[in-house]
Antibody
Framework: EVQLVESGGGLVQPGGSLRLSCADSGLTFSTYSMTWVRQAPGKGLEWVSY????????YYADSVKGRFTISRDNAKNSLYLQMNSLGAEDTAVYYCARENRPSNRMDVWGQGTTVTVSS | DIQMTQSPSSLSASVGDRVIITCRAS??????VNWHQQKPGKAPKLLIY???NLQSGVPSRFSGSGSGTDFTLTISSLQPEDFATYYCQQSYNIPRTFGQGTKVEIK
């Protein structure tokens, strides 16, 4: 059974940086698109970023564009989110999720990692 | 961006009740809608994909329908473990967008 495990969350000061990781225990990581979704405290789900299987396509929500960078290492079955210039509005639980074709459904989710931006 | 509007935002129901949650997209998304369940402190879980397909391992009391812009999630007989927040989500294009959620509470 595929399992996604996020890490790298923590407390960071405004303006700081963090790098989140998402490790896939399966054998087919390289064939799936991946996404990051976040959830601010007490709020709903917000899509953050997408990367295609070969990293040829990457997309970002307007709220993070220019500050966040998504990447992946298929040899290591890992997904990353580099987050720079963090602000209080980025405080959230960050989930990685696998997108499965043909419906692009997010069918496997990680357990989430918490990012808190505060001085 | 495609807006996904869910209703109601919350509801109270009893065990055994039939529950219907609706989701409207701001433009046609054909059948590219998915439904996720989230319990407090837990990650979302996919229930229904492509509008009406039951994800593997999900109980058959959950069903989805609709096409174009209007979609529904139905729980035929609410069970204690179904009290949670439900989100619709479009996967027609990017940015992916979610509805604001429907919290199903115990009456």
């Amino acid at each position: 059974e595929v399992q996604l495990v996020e890490s790298g969350g923590g407390l960071v000061q405004p303006g700081g940086s963090l790098r989140l990781s998402c490790a896939d225990s399966g054998l087919t990581f390289s064939t799936y698109s991946m996404t990051w979704v976040r959830q601010a405290p007490g709020k709903g789900l917000e899509w953050v970023s997408y990367i295609s299987p070969s990293s040829s396509l990457m997309y970002y929500a307007d709220s993070v564009k220019g500050r966040f960078t998504i990447s992946r290492d298929n040899a290591k079955n890992s997904l990353y989110l580099q987050m720079n210039s963090l602000g209080a509005e980025d405080t959230a639980v960050y989930y990685c999720a696998r997108e499965n074709r043909p419906s692009n459904r997010m069918d496997v989710w990680g357990q989430g990692t918490t990012v808190t931006v505060s001085s | 961006d495609i807006q996904m509007t869910q209703s109601p935002s919350s509801l109270s129901a009893s065990v055994g009740d039939r529950v219907i949650i609706t989701c409207r997209a701001s433009q046609s998304i054909i059948d590219y809608v998915n439904w996720h369940q989230q319990k407090p402190g837990k990650a979302p879980k996919l229930l229904i994909y492509a509008a009406s397909n039951l994800q593997s391992g999900v109980p058959s009391r959950f069903s989805g329908s609709g096409s174009g812009t209007d979609f529904t999630l139905t729980i035929s007989s609410l069970q204690p473990e179904d009290f949670a927040t439900y989100y619709c989500q479009q996967s027609y294009n990017i940015p992916r967008t979610f509805g604001q959620g429907t919290k199903v509470e115990i009456k």
